[in-house]
DNA sequence: AATGAATGAGAGTTCATTCAT
DNA sequence: CATGAATGAACTCTCATTCAT
């Protein structure tokens, strides 16, 4: 009978229980988020969450793998370009307006709040694997073209960006008057500031 | 009669189950973490821990009023210095030293993940605006000395000094590589190039 | 598709929840029933215990819940009756047949020992207002019909009648020499003889 | 040293924790009652509580046995009286006099309540014979003098005498209009009604 | 495919009781 | 004798997950 298996219909869906998932997690954090509320968020019954993910953390992992995909399409968008300090700069300001979804600093602070869980921890490390592969080609490519402090080493300087970014979203994320508009512009300036030779 | 409140002695094992809770959470999370493994880690049994706290939470809101306790101690340290902007750049470096503890970072992230829960947040509040109280004056002081930048207003870049002391913290919690000793320093050096005029 | 929810079904393994509670309530006092016995008793597992009850207590509310819906269904049985002084009697003699489940009187001894608990005395004080709400009409009948004595007012003979049946309840839980259908009788005569003018 | 053993500020303490425990098990039932709650009641710390009672449920006890020793105390009152039905009614009337003790109904109520309880039992059932050993004679001696009904034997009717009390207490503990003094009358005169030949 | 009723492992917490001081 | 800190057995309840329909 029945059209059982309409692919597109599944992704759809499939993303309606992410979508959902990533709203209750941010608002609740990981273990104050039962499935029961992500299935309510998501309008399905409990009995059809377990049949896209086989374990709440599976939608998790899910969420973050979106994260990775997410940092190879960006890769792509800066092929060509010959300033290199200026993509750099580009990826810095992009960091910071991953904070335009609201749900982002809860979020991240759930995933941080589990990250002791092996699979979690390798998925968040293929995560920063991701980052560093975009951001690290053109760290390097801005010293040799001599833009660029090279006092430190390109990795640490790599490591050091998202230090700034990710201290960005911490900040936005507990801070009610930390303007993330406003700030921006700060950010991109420190960024500046602490790569100038 | 009867040698009943020995204060001392109360208070030394409140402290080895505030301890072992703070190693408990940085390993594992906080709901990650049962009272079972606290007490375990503590020597204690289940009963004395409740002795103690009323609550598995309420352990986690006496760890962070320690924190409160901690800045507020150091306030007075600095007390008589003249040097504004050296005084900025210790409380700076002092941040760094914080992930001494190698269980910090695994705390920082387990409260992280249960930031939603209203007392919690109220704790940590108290715990930034304590930090806030401790740089704050010294940062205007620094200001009207003409020794730091005063394009951004004395609040805004106390709240970028703490951007970077915990941006540091989250890299030396996620990434194995990252050594502290070394990069002090540089986060030492970043501050300073941020804070110029 | 799915049937999900027949209520017929459902209710029926409420019931059957309710039926174990209240043997087992009666076996065992209150705070000595477990929610695991409740369980082992009606054959569930816990899970499905709280799946019907949110609260061990619910259940006892539920249990109470029918007593009132027992009294009102009554109240029709006798509409339409003229002979007062029979309807009240008949209502003493029912109220000694309730005893005929030998689980009543370790209820009723049960719910006792914790009424002092807000929610079950106001449970068990809409119980008893159905029950008066039953009898006081046909008290008040009698006596205009001279049937019966009128130097106390409906109200209180409404108590007396209630007196003598709750304690022929109590009398028969704690005397095991108590025989219920000879005694029944007895307190028939007994009402008898307090209402006679 | 220390004279150890005074043997009547022994007793004179044993008796306020009873009087304690009392109080508190009228309050809040037997298992509602906490040791810690008699504690504070009775002003004195755990530790003195266990060396009094070896267990929390021996208090109770103890406060049975009280009930006991009373009811003997009692048949020497009416020893030398030959007005056998004007004692049965005196010992009727004392009964309603026993709740006098505001506590009494809860502390009925809390004792039914672990009445499931075999050494429970067993000292109300000691009670309960006591009290009538108390009431049978004189019942048997007004039969005999023909100021009672015979129909039914001295012992049944001791029992529905005590059921008449029973139920007295009952409404006195959950009926809050039910005024003691103003229906004592009236019990007296059931009871005689019931005793009419 | 979709559902939600059923499940039971496991967690936090309470409290009678012990015992060193 | 008096104390209260320490204890752990036992209980209620939560929630991810399974499975019949």
Chains 1, 2, 3, 4 share one sequence.
Do not use: N
């Amino acid at each position: 009978m029945a059209r059982t298996v309409d692919p597109a219909r599944h992704e759809a869906r499939r993303l309606v229980i992410i979508d959902a998932a990533l709203t209750v997690f941010a608002q609740r954090g990981y273990d104050g988020t039962t499935t029961a509320a992500i299935c309510r968020q998501a309008g399905i019954g409990s009995g059809t969450f377990f049949h896209y993910f086989p374990t709440k953390r599976d939608v998790l992992l899910a969420i973050l793998t979106f994260g990775i995909g997410d940092a190879r399409d960006r890769a792509e968008a800066y092929a060509g370009r010959t300033d290199a300090l200026g993509v750099v700069l580009d990826i810095v300001r992009s960091g910071a307006e991953d904070v335009a979804d609201p749900r982002m600093p809860g979020f991240v602070r759930a995933v941080g709040g589990i990250m002791h869980q092996p699979d979690v921890a390798e998925k968040l490390d293929e995560d920063t694997r991701a980052q560093r592969d975009l951001m690290l080609p053109w760290v390097e490519r801005a010293q040799r073209a001599g833009e660029i402090r090279t006092d430190l080493d390109a990795g640490r300087i790599t490591s050091w960006l998202y230090l700034l970014t990710d201290g960005f979203l911490g900040r936005a994320a507990s801070e009610e008057t930390f303007s993330v508009a406003a700030e921006t512009e700060v950010l991109v300036d420190t960024a500046r500031r602490f790569l100038a030779p």
